[in-house]
């Protein structure tokens, strides 16, 4: 199991907390929770040795989707499509 940190600039906050996904094979769960001048992004791993993955895709992300906000990510061996499709959908949530 490993744990990584992220941060990126970003200025609009969303409206509400929101929870995507599961935790599950193949699968990953987003909580984010409004917050000011910044992208936090925790992710928990199950699959080690993937964190240059993790930043080029988390940074692809919020260049386009700067939310502020802190978001857990609990990863049980998304793909990059997955983890992209989560985040839109906790940013859809918690910005309606």
Do not use: C
Not at 34 to 39: L, R
Not at 63 to 90: I, K, M, Y
């Amino acid at each position: 199991m490993q744990t990584l940190t992220y941060e990126f600039p970003a200025d609009r906050p969303p409206t509400r907390r929101a929870h995507v996904g599961v935790v599950g094979s193949g699968d990953l769960e987003v909580l984010m929770t409004p917050a000011d001048g910044a992208a936090r992004v925790r992710v928990r791993t199950s699959v080690d040795g993937f964190d240059t993955v993790w930043r080029t895709v988390l940074e692809r992300f919020f260049a386009r989707h700067p939310v502020a906000a802190s978001f857990e990510l609990n990863d049980f061996g998304a793909t990059p499509g997955v983890v992209t499709l989560r985040l839109r959908q906790a940013i859809e949530e918690g910005m309606a």
